[in-house]
């Protein structure tokens, strides 16, 4: 089964597209949990045991979890995840050439109880960079059970510096990549990433690639469009609607797991309101 197919099943399962972003900040971390051996394993884990019921989709940002604990911690995390069956999507935007594209690749491999097998975590998809090319990114392509949601156009303010510059036949280059990632999508397995902070973007690249499945930030702490996000994110209605900081610190102190639980109850139902 591919990961679009399982994820499907996740969100016609719990009536969700909400992607739950697991972001956990050191610095915002409650204090009560510092004498844990692994503060953010253990914010995470009360994250998604108040959360999972309203979650399609986990994506832990690899850049809260670069250093020799955050590792540890990411790990018991995507294991958790598993146990409670919502697949996890690894926002990493990686990419290179050759032989390091597929060291970075491992990291969607199974790494099984032995340490030195390398930095495995059995995750379900990734995000990917696009700007080298498509050998980058064959080592994700090539795995036909995994994820690849491919940068299109992002939802920070700056995005527009390069993916909104004109590249030829009147085509914005987000839009180029857009049609480029269709072309790539040889085993199913890819989605785009478009923000919901410029949803006429957003409707944009829909049109250019109506059977592709969007990731689409932007829609919790940012301000993005949720009308817009359903509307054009989802494709045969599979989809993920991502919320990081306004649900996983929408709440401070020891009831924060009770605050992110109705947070992602919430952004469900503003964003089922738009669904068919």
Not at 54 to 59: I, R
Not at 82 to 109: F, H, M, S, W
Request: net charge negative.
């Amino acid at each position: 089964m591919s990961f679009f197919e399982r994820l499907g099943e996740r969100i016609d399962a719990v009536d969700s597209v909400v992607s739950v972003g697991l972001d956990p900040d050191p610095k915002r971390l409650p204090d009560h949990l510092a004498d844990h051996d692994l503060p953010r394993w253990a914010f995470n884990r009360r994250i998604i045991d108040a959360t999972h019921e309203h979650a399609a989709c986990y994506k832990p940002n690899l850049a809260f979890y670069e250093d020799s604990d955050g590792w540890r911690a990411l790990r018991e995390t995507v294991a958790y995840a598993e146990g409670k069956g919502v697949p996890v999507l690894l926002d990493a935007k990686r990419a290179d050439i050759g032989n390091t594209a597929r060291q970075y690749a491992k990291l969607l491999d199974r790494r099984g109880s032995d340490p030195a097998r390398g930095s495995g975590l059995a995750a379900d998809a990734i995000t990917v960079n696009p700007y080298l090319g498509r050998d980058a990114l064959e080592p994700f392509l090539s795995r036909e059970d995994k994820g690849v949601f491919v940068l299109c156009r992002t939802s920070n303010p700056g995005g527009s510096d390069f993916q909104n510059l004109l590249v030829g036949n009147d085509k914005h280059l987000y839009e180029y990549v857009a049609q480029r990632a269709s072309e790539w999508n040889v085993n199913g397995n890819v989605g785009l990433v478009v923000g919901a902070t410029t949803p006429d973007e957003l409707e944009r690249v829909r049109e250019l690639v109506p059977d592709l499945p969007f990731l689409v930030p932007g829609v919790g702490a940012q301000g993005g469009d949720a009308e817009a996000a359903v509307e054009f994110g989802l494709a045969g209605g599979v989809g993920l609607v991502n919320s990081s900081r306004g649900i996983i610190f929408a709440g401070e102190g020891e009831t924060f797991d009770k605050a992110a639980g109705q947070a992602a109850k919430r952004l469900k139902g503003r964003l089922n309101r738009h669904r068919d």
